[in-house]
Nanobody, 124 residues
């Protein structure tokens, strides 16, 4: 199982980035993928989640209306479109595979495998 996160970079506040999480070794349709982020000195935070098969989506309150998660089962890839970025979105972003219960999608211990992370830096 591998998860390859990419798409991070440096962007000005108000700008956009699209992160990708390319999965291999399993079928996306059978699992869920969560996006998490961690800023220096802060705890890891659940950002968004998409359930394979049903496509059910969840978002943290801090990103609702700005971020959109989507999946392409044919490419076995999950995307995180991030718009209206703010300096407080600066963090290392990780994707992870799991089958979390609905009420705990944002709990990192619910996930089995993690990608290496991609850095997002938003300048003010």
């Amino acid at each position: 199982v591998q998860l390859q996160a990419s798409g991070g970079g440096l962007v000005q506040a108000g700008g956009s980035l699209r992160l990708s999480c390319a999965a291999s070794g399993f079928r996306l349709a059978n699992y869920g993928i969560g996006w998490f982020r961690q800023a220096p000195g802060k705890e890891r935070e659940g950002v968004s989640y998409i359930r394979g098969g049903s496509g059910t989506r969840y978002y943290a309150d801090s990103v609702k209306g700005r971020f959109t998660i989507s999946g392409d089962n044919a490419k076995n890839t999950v995307y995180l479109q991030m718009n209206s970025l703010k300096p407080e979105d600066t963090a290392n972003y990780y994707c992870a595979r799991g089958r979390p219960i609905q009420s705990a999608w944002f709990t990192s211990s619910m996930y089995y495998d993690w990608g290496q992370g991609t850095q997002v830096t938003v300048s003010s």
